[in-house]
C-alpha cells in the first residue's frame, strides 16, 4: 500500500537551516507529484510546495518564496525539503503528501521548531 | 492567490443529522475543489475530489457539489467517526489552497 514517512524534523534556532526527506513507497514514485503542506500547532493547513513527477517543475507558497526548495530522486524515491533562513512562524507539523490537484496520500507528518 | 472561506467555523450536531458544510473560493476555480477530512494527531484523509467524486473507499454519506466559487461538503447521516475537522482546498494555476477548516462537534 502506498507508504509516506517524513523524516528530519526538530528544533532548531531562527536563521538556521533544516531538511526533511520524505520516503515514499508502495507505488511509482516517478509518475506522481509530490507536495508539502505544514499545519502550525492548533492551526490549519497550509500549502508549501509542489514538485512535478519528473523535478522539472516547482511552484511555492509566498510565505517560503526564495528560502525554501523542494527537490526529489526518483531512483531513490525520496522528497526533500530544505529550510532556510527559518522563522518562528515556520513551526509547524510538514507533511509530505502525493499527486496533482488533490493530495490523495499523506504521510504521518515531522514537527519543525523553530525557536531560540 | 485565491482565498478559500468556510462555513461554519464550527458546528454542533448529533449521530444521525444532514450535515452540510460551504466552501467559496475568492474567484471562479471550475470544479477544482476538494474536501478533507483530518482527527487530532492525524493527518488529513481525503474525502471528495473534483469538487463531486467520491474517493475510494470513502463512505457514500459523504457527498460533494458545487463548481465556480461555490461548493458544499454534505453528510447525509452523521455517524460517530465523522466528528473532526473538514477542510475544503482549490487547484488553480499551480497554486494551492485551503479553507480554514469547519469543527464538527457531538452536540
Known amino acids: 500500500q502506498v507508504q509516506l514517512v517524513e523524516s528530519g524534523g526538530g528544533v532548531v534556532q531562527p536563521g538556521r537551516s533544516l531538511r526533511l526527506s520524505c520516503a515514499a513507497s508502495g507505488f511509482t514514485f516517478s509518475t506522481y507529484a509530490m507536495h508539502w503542506v505544514r499545519q502550525a500547532p492548533g492551526k490549519g493547513l497550509e500549502w508549501v510546495a509542489v514538485?512535478?513527477?519528473?523535478?522539472?517543475?516547482?511552484f511555492y507558497a509566498d510565505s517560503v518564496k526564495g528560502r525554501f526548495t523542494i527537490s526529489r530522486d526518483n531512483p531513490k524515491n525520496t522528497l526533500d525539503l530544505q529550510m532556510n533562513s527559518l522563522k518562528p512562524e515556520d513551526t509547524a507539523v510538514y507533511y509530505c503528501a502525493r499527486r496533482d490537484s488533490c493530495l490523495d496520500s499523506w504521510g504521518q507528518g515531522t514537527l519543525v521548531t523553530v525557536s531560540s | 492567490d485565491i482565498q478559500m472561506t468556510q462555513s461554519p467555523s464550527t458546528l454542533s450536531a448529533s449521530v444521525g443529522d444532514r450535515v452540510t458544510i460551504t466552501c467559496r473560493a475568492s474567484?471562479?476555480?471550475?470544479?477544482?475543489l476538494a474536501w478533507y477530512q483530518q482527527k487530532p494527531g492525524k493527518a488529513p484523509k481525503l474525502l471528495i475530489y473534483k469538487a463531486s467524486s467520491l474517493e475510494s473507499a470513502v463512505p457514500s454519506r459523504f457527498s460533494g457539489s458545487g463548481s465556480g466559487t461555490e461548493f458544499t461538503l454534505t453528510i447525509s447521516s452523521l455517524q460517530p467517526d465523522d466528528f473532526a475537522t473538514y477542510y475544503c482546498q482549490q487547484y488553480n494555476s499551480y497554486s494551492w489552497t485551503f479553507g480554514q477548516g469547519t469543527k464538527v462537534e457531538i452536540k
Open positions: 474567484q471562479s476555480i471550475s470544479s477544482w
Open positions: 514538485i512535478s513527477h519528473d523535478g522539472s517543475n516547482k
